[in-house]
């Protein structure tokens, strides 16, 4: 006879198990102690099996009839309904660990195998402080598209629209790293277009001065009065104009004393091709009294704290700030300011972009391009340092 609820509500405990059967293999089991539970009795590979279904009242008995189909359906299919429910638990507590934090830093350990030290560090530690602090708890199978807007706005209310626009395509990256290595089935920041939730600013380029104004800073940082490193630093800048980063990263083993030139490897290039400077006899001449202070380590530049790590690239912004070009000249800008006068003086285009490493084509092309044109990027080097040079005495 089939169970119904008034059956399943009356039944009272004994002094011993018993059980009442409602067909198809489901079963109420009554225990002494007057818990009801469900079972589903089965057979499967010639075994009797017992699957739980859950306690009554918690489960009705309508309930309990459908998880006994459900476990009839998949025997239909040669699944086991006990060892699918034990691999269904599993699954769900590998999706419970795999938070956005953790699919994000594996994300990352990939992602910056080609990238520079000083770039994929910041990129990890844009995440550490905006979005991990937000959403990185949370399993990435839960998270949508509008957990992800809430993140991004909250970024872009700060103020900071372009870090926002950053971290949106840095968590998209991430989401696409899950969906290959088959943790979510779907991208959320597919459905969203930054330009819906962050507001447009409008374009600014790194701040520099003019040409008029060189003189003054070249005299500024000659009697700067702070870390002598940090001032070396700043002349260099001046005469090669390489990346702030790629200046502070140098590291001894790539100066080329009898070549003169500064041979900086593919993996700390920004596209990660090798770069060439010329060195000028102003700039040989820096790097020869950097050799009397730090030329027994690796770096150029090291970090006072740590030798075996370079010199922080806030050192040079903060030095700029404390000469008065606060929002008015950058370590960037000193690119900028370098191309526009040797662009003014018919400096040939090509040669400046190739000194800049903005170098166009594919990889091979580039690699290739790297070294063209040496001697008269070095006329063009000295020529600048002699510039410089005059500048001061203005």
């Known amino acids: 006879m089939k169970l119904n609820d008034p059956i399943v509500k009356a039944a009272k405990p004994k002094e011993k198990p018993y059980k009442l059967t409602d067909g198809h293999g489901l079963i109420l089991l009554i225990n002494?102690?007057?818990?009801?539970?469900?079972?589903?009795?089965?057979?499967?590979?010639?075994?009797?099996?017992?699957l739980s279904l859950g306690i009554y009242p918690d489960?009705?008995?309508?309930?309990?009839?459908q998880g006994r189909n459900e476990a009839r359906a998949l025997l239909k299919q040669g699944i086991d309904p006990s060892q699918h429910r034990q691999e269904k638990k599993y699954a769900e507590q590998i999706a419970r660990e795999?938070?956005?934090?953790r699919i994000g830093r594996a994300w990352w350990e990939n992602w910056k195998s080609d990238k520079t030290t000083y770039h994929s560090n910041a990129v990890l530690r844009r995440l550490e402080l905006n979005v991990f602090p937000l959403i990185g708890h949370k399993p990435i199978t839960v998270i949508t598209a509008p957990t992800i807007v809430m993140a991004i706005r909250r970024i872009d209310a700060r103020g900071a629209p372009d870090l926002a626009r950053r971290i949106f395509q840095t968590c998209?990256?991430?989401?696409?790293?899950?969906?290959?290595?088959?943790?979510?089935?779907?991208?959320?920041?597919?459905?969203?277009?930054?330009?819906?939730?962050?507001?447009?600013?409008?374009?600014?380029?790194?701040?520099?001065?003019?040409?008029?104004?060189?003189?003054?800073?070249i005299r500024a940082i000659d009697e700067y009065g702070g870390s002598v490193l940090v001032k070396k630093a700043l002349q260099l800048l001046l005469l090669t104009f390489v990346r702030s980063g790629e200046l502070i990263g140098a590291r001894w083993d790539e100066i080329d004393w009898d070549a003169r030139l500064w041979r900086i490897p593919p993996e700390r290039m920004k596209k990660r091709d090798p770069h060439i400077v010329?060195?000028?006899?102003?700039?040989?001449?820096?790097?020869?009294?950097?050799?009397?202070?730090?030329?027994?380590?690796?770096?150029?530049f090291p970090n006072k704290r740590n030798n075996d790590r370079c010199m922080g690239d806030c050192s040079l912004r903060h030095a700029l700030y404390s000469?008065?070009?606060?929002?008015?000249?950058?370590a960037h800008g000193f690119r900028g300011l370098a191309a526009t006068i040797l662009n003014e003086r018919k400096y040939p285009e090509k040669i400046i972009e190739i000194q800049l490493s903005h170098?166009?084509?594919?990889?091979?092309?580039?690699?290739?391009d790297h070294a063209k044109h040496l001697p008269e990027r070095a006329q063009m080097m000295q020529a600048w340092?002699?510039?410089?040079?005059?500048?001061?005495?203005?």
């Not at 939730?197 to 790194?206: D, F």
């Not at 010329?278 to 150029?300: D, R």
């Not at 340092?385 to 203005?394: S, T």
């Open 32 to 50: 002494p102690n007057g818990r009801k539970w469900w079972r589903y009795r089965y057979d499967y590979g010639g075994k009797e099996k017992m």
């Open 385 to 394: 340092a002699d510039f410089l040079e005059g500048q001061a005495m203005r």
């Open 323 to 330: 000469m008065g070009y606060k929002g008015l000249m950058t």
């Open 59 to 65: 489960v009705s008995l309508q309930e309990a009839r």
């Open 98 to 101: 795999q938070t956005f934090e």
């Open 172 to 217: 998209g990256q991430i989401f696409s790293y899950a969906i290959s290595h088959g943790f979510i089935e779907r991208n959320p920041c597919a459905d969203v277009r930054p330009s819906d939730i962050v507001k447009p600013v409008k374009t600014t380029h790194y701040a520099r001065i003019g040409e008029q104004d060189l003189p003054l800073l």
């Open 278 to 300: 010329p060195l000028s006899t102003q700039a040989l001449a820096i790097f020869k009294e950097l050799g009397e202070i730090t030329g027994s380590g690796e770096y150029v």
């Open 359 to 368: 170098l166009v084509g594919n990889a091979t092309k580039r690699a290739y």
